[in-house]
């Protein structure tokens, strides 16, 4: 279980949130304009990285506040969490510790 | 019990306490402090089981939790039987009860054995080559009989009458391992200030400690290990956990811990929790995990007599037992030779050393020479001998290549003791995702870099020897309470270690070539040989994932512990790669087994879901309704009278809507307040209807899509004022639903001033549907006109019934005239009383779910979810008209611009009317175009709804049918396991089709 940071309410254990998805994908904001295959890679198009992640997450039973994160997907670590709206902060790699040190 | 082979004195056993247990029903003896496995090994019992595969008599090879053969069964009562425990691990109690397993009928005498003879015709992946063919005779023939004859133990057969506890903690630092990194460790911690949890998984902390003779010796230190046993166990910062096994490593510091708590004791108090399960999330964890003894492969080696030097040594010094009376020892490690001295000082005979090396000269192999022992260095084993216990083994030497050259020599013993080093215990860390390096003086994977808070220390980073690994533990616990954000004194600095600190080798001792080996054991609990591993990469195999899965290696409930390096070490010569290239398997939790009954902990019976209930649910009980359960709601399904089928029932109630008035609990309906000054906006953007025309007091079903243009959720939506809108959802979709509006609300439209609130246990909802519900609610209602005029079909107004404020829609899920009470739901069952006695004169009759979906099937009002399956269109559900046309946009409305949207084929919603029509479909039955079609045929729909309809005199079915709506009086058919059944194309409204009754 993931310890997450809300950025409303601090450290919260993972089964008070819901993941939401990845993040920084806005709705368009002219849908009539879209292309269907605009359209498609909105509803449909997500990346699959290995390495730090921005998706969102929901403290739904918390605050309710969705919120975005940088995760790494190789090993679970949150580099930051940062509220809607604001842009991703650029957080130093987080420097896996040796095991003797 | 036979004098000579236990010690007459040492151990850490009380010889004081004598116990008596059973053992395949034969009574033995053995003292308190024993496990299983030494109290028979004191017995002269070293066969306890029979190989997976071929059945192949085994004993016991390790003294701990890595051991593959020693597994037994451990009866309790009739109910309590667990299978699969280690004996080396099982603590004696008084009136144990153990049997083996996997034989038949006994253990010496076994039928699967002829398994064994056959096993030069069951090479590696012989099920997988063997019993492909026919496919249907591998379940009914071919699996069953295999797991017949190769199997473990027994599953229990009734429910675990034991309960389980769970419990949470937080600590500064977890210390895994009560060795002397770990206790050093969590004394380092503790005394710098931080919160300590220290675990072992055995009875007594000390971990390898506890097999010395001299542990102070051992240490440099004689009065260290109690001084600081006692010192953690006194110190109020410090818990001590024992029997408890962290099992997992999972994210973010967080480790599951088996505590066992009713296990070792002869009469468990049954108040008591059998295990206890903690999650524990630490700031920071050391891992003092220690290494494990890996064993030789050569032939024959997994004979009843042959085990690991050092758990000889183990049953000698700490529970005064010698494994037998005349040992043989085969290392490739100085420190084996502790194991030959310490047998030789207790009396038995050395009868040889055999080393593989060439030359020998260190301090212990010289010190055995000095004893008189046979050391024969530059010497391998070519094979054993003895069928229930291991009677000669045979040697021969090595010419200057590590070719055996020379004679075979026999040499007559009942003890093999084998060494090939240790293995340091990576599991956790592993789990941890941290990444291993290969050490090619100790064969070993030793532990690198992190991504947690984790450090290791001792011997599961290879520092093997007791006192380096104190001393490593001291740094590591002084380290972790700094990182924990405490203030450390002097950190000591990592202990210097020489250049020989340890030796090992893996894979197979040197065989002569050209011939095949055989019975060469790499994997004891799955039967694996070095000869399966050859095969495999003969075979192509490359990949170790792929090997571990074709040959099962290292895939036994054992994990591979003993067995999964040397595993490598042989593919990756095979294959002409460095073992670092050839990598290593996954380690998964968790470490040793853990029980069900400790990962359900409370979670059973009437606590392993939640349950909600409505405000009217007693009185529902209370009149005998059936309930059926719709995510975690009871709802009340139907109302039987005394004797009355489920069929009668439903058919009185909906007779009794039709006809006079009927009662429903809709409390269970989701309910979500959108409030704000641009509330209308909102639902404007959200929903696909237009809502700025709608007045306030009015309502309008809405309908809900997802942004990919599919019918997500539907309910009626009441304007309570300007700027507060009351919307309703299905049962089950509540929580998504105001899910999706906070997603939308939150992160696409925050310019927006909108509250949202769930209101669903807020209201309790009383329908009353029929004929004569506005005759029930008169004399009740306050403050509202009931009149069709002043409150017509759709529309709510506030007020008051029977003196609690109300909001009264005019609403019908039924087609008649109908109300839904919404009042705060502690009111709920009181005003469900008051309306329910009122209605007794017209005839009111509560009815359940199961009548309201018929009443609404008749009408065809659809159920979301049941009726479309999220790729169904308002269009689909003939529900265009419900689409604000001239919105801008709403969500789903670009999805639905797409051409494929529109096309005349889609799956639309029709009704289906049998030719008999007594018989009612299946639901999710198909539907073809063809009175003779057979499978596989093309179905071009399905049936999502069917009932029958007391009121129709006849069964009705809705359907999604491609292109249903120009089909309208077509017969198409329905497969059966009958045959085909005629249906014909109708509208999917069947009663009342002008929604006269509705409006009245
Ligand atoms: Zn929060």
Redesign the pocket.
């Known amino acids: 279980m993931l310890l997450i940071n ?5 450290e ?1 254990p993972e089964l ?2 819901v993941h939401g998805g990845q993040a920084h994908i806005a709705r368009p904001g002219s849908p009539a304009e879209c292309s269907d295959q605009q359209w498609a890679d909105y509803l449909y198009r997500r990346d699959n990285i290995k390495g730090v992640h921005a998706e969102r997450w929901r ?1 739904t039973h ?4 969705f ?1 975005n994160a940088l995760r790494d997907t190789t090993s679970d670590q949150f580099l930051a969490t940062y509220k809607i709206g604001e842009q991703p902060p650029v957080p130093a790699q987080a420097q896996p510790r040796k095991a003797t040190a | 019990m036979s004098p000579t082979l236990r010690t007459p004195s040492g151990g850490r056993i009380n010889r004081a306490r004598t116990v008596r247990f059973t053992f395949d029903g034969r009574e033995l003896r053995g003292f308190e402090g024993d496990t299983l496995a030494s109290a028979l090994l004191a017995n002269g019992v070293h066969l306890v089981g029979r190989s997976f595969k071929y059945h192949r008599p085994r004993g016991v090879l390790t003294a701990g939790p890595e051991e593959p053969n020693a597994l037994v069964a451990i009866r309790r009562d009739a109910v309590r039987v667990t299978p699969n425990l280690r004996a080396t691990e099982v603590e004696l109690y008084e009136g144990l009860t153990a049997h083996s397993q996997n034989r038949w009928p006994s253990l010496k005498l076994d039928v699967g054995a002829v398994n064994g003879l056959l096993s030069p015709f069951i090479p590696a992946g012989f099920y997988y080559k063997t019993f492909m063919w026919p496919r249907r005779a591998w379940k009914r023939l071919y699996e069953p009989r295999i797991r017949a004859a190769a199997g473990l133990g027994r599953a229990p057969e009734h429910p675990d009458p034991d309960s389980y506890s769970n419990r949470f903690a937080h600590c500064d630092v977890l210390v895994v391992g009560g060795g002397p990194a770990g206790l050093a460790a969590a004394h380092a911690a503790a005394e710098s200030g931080a919160r300590v949890i220290l675990c072992d998984e055995q009875p007594q902390l000390g971990g390898s400690l506890l097999c010395e003779q001299d542990p102070g010796a051992a240490l440099e230190d004689g009065a260290w290990l109690a001084r600081t046993i006692a010192g953690l166990m006194a110190h109020p910062r410090v818990t001590v956990l024992t029997r408890t096994t962290a099992f997992g490593y999972f994210p973010h510091n967080l480790l599951g811990l088996e505590q066992r708590l009713t296990d070792h004791l002869a009469q468990p108090d049954p108040a008591q929790p059998r295990e206890r399960q903690w999650q524990v999330r630490a700031r920071e964890v050391v891992l003092a995990t220690g290494a494990i003894e890996r064993p030789l492969v050569f032939p024959g080696n997994d004979r009843p007599g042959i085990m690991l030097a050092g758990a000889a040594r183990s049953y000698l010094n700490r529970y005064g037992v010698l494994a037998g009376r005349r040992a043989v020892l085969v290392t490739v490690s100085d420190e084996a030779y502790r194991c030959a001295l310490d047998l030789h000082r207790a009396g038995t005979p050395v009868a040889a050393i055999i080393d593989v090396r060439p030359q020998v000269a260190g301090e212990l192999p010289e010190a055995a020479r000095r004893a008189g022992l046979p050391v024969h260095t530059g010497t391998t084993v070519v094979g054993t001998a003895g069928r229930l216990r291991v009677k000669s083994i045979r040697i021969r030497k090595l010419d200057a290549h590590g070719e055996p050259r020379g004679a075979v020599e026999r040499i007559a013993c009942d003890l093999v003791l084998m060494s090939g080093g240790h293995t340091p215990s990576a599991h956790l860390f592993s789990q941890s995702r941290g990444k291993l390096h290969w050490n090619e003086a100790l064969q070993a994977f030793l532990p690198g870099e992190s991504p947690e808070r984790a450090r290791c220390a001792g011997a599961c980073r290879g520092i093997f020897s007791a006192a380096a690994a104190r001393r490593d533990g001291e740094n590591a616990g002084t380290l972790a309470a700094r990182d924990a954000g405490l203030v450390v004194g002097a950190v000591i600095g990592e202990p210097a270690l020489g250049p020989a600190h340890g030796a090992a080798a893996s894979g197979e001792l040197p065989q002569p070539a050209g011939r095949p080996v055989s019975k060469a054991f790499v994997d004891w609990q799955n039967d694996v040989t070095s000869r399966d591993l050859l095969l495999a990469a003969r075979e192509g195999f490359r990949s170790i994932e792929h090997i571990k899965r074709y040959t099962t290696t290292g895939m036994a409930t054992d994990q591979g512990k003993t067995s999964n390096l040397n595993a490598l070490a042989i593919v990756a010569r095979q294959i002409g790669k460095p073992i670092p290239e050839v990598g290593l398997t996954t380690f998964r939790m968790p470490y040793t087994p853990v029980t069900f009954g400790g990962f359900a902990g409370y979670s059973r019976g009437e606590l392993f879901d939640p349950v909600r209930t409505t405000p009217i649910h007693d009185w529902a009980a209370g009149k005998g309704a059936v309930f059926e359960d719709v995510g975690l709601w009871k709802r009340a399904r139907y109302f039987p009278r005394p004797g009355e089928s489920m069929h009668a029932a439903v058919t009185r109630e909906c007779q009794a809507v039709r006809a006079h008035c009927g009662l429903f609990d809709g409390s269970t309906l989701g309910k979500i307040e959108v409030v704000g000054k641009d509330a209308v906006t909102f639902m404007n953007r959200l929903y696909i209807n237009g809502w700025t025309s709608l007045a306030v007091g009015r309502c309008r079903y809405g309908i809900l899509l997802r942004d990919d243009g599919f019918i997500y959720d539907d309910g009626v939506v009441a304007r309570i004022a300007e700027d507060r809108f009351h919307v309703t959802t299905t049962t089950g979709g509540a929580a998504r639903v105001l899910a999706m509006m906070e997603d939308y609300l939150q992160t696409e439209w925050p310019d927006l001033s909108v509250w949202l609130t769930s209101t669903t246990e807020q209201w309790a909802v009383i329908a009353v549907q029929g004929p004569s519900a506005r005759q029930v609610l008169e004399g009740l209602v306050q403050d509202v006109d009931l009149s069709a005029a002043a409150l017509p079909h759709m529309s709510v107004a506030p007020g008051r019934i029977c003196g609690v404020p109300m909001r009264l829609f005019r609403v019908s899920f039924t087609g008649e005239l109908g109300f839904e009470i919404n009042v705060p739901a502690d009111f709920g069952q009181a005003v469900w009383e008051a309306v329910y006695e009122a209605g007794r004169p017209h005839g009111i009759t509560p009815y359940g779910t199961e009548a309201m979906h018929v009443l609404r099937a008749e009408k065809g009002y659809i159920i979301v979810g049941q009726d479309t399956d999220g790729t169904v269109t308002p269009d689909d559900a003939g529900l265009a008209w419900a689409v604000g046309a001239r919105k801008p946009d709403f969500v789903g409305k670009r999805a639905l611009e797409r051409p494929a949207m529109h096309s005349p084929q889609r799956k639309q919603l029709v009704g289906l009317l049998t030719a008999e029509p007594h018989v009612v479909l299946e639901e999710g039955a198909q539907v073809v175009l063809d009175a003779r079609a057979a499978p596989p045929t093309r179905p071009i729909g399905h049936v999502t709804s069917s009932y029958y309809s007391a009121t129709l005199g006849r069964s009705i079915a809705l359907a999604l049918v491609r292109g249903g709506r120009a089909r309208m009086g077509q017969t198409l058919y329905v497969p059966t396991p009958r045959g085909n059944l005629a249906v014909q194309v109708t509208s999917p409204i069947f009663y009342d089709p002008k929604g006269s009754r509705q409006n009245a």
């Open positions: 809300c950025p409303y309410c601090g919260r008070e949130f403290h918390g605050c309710g506040r919120f």
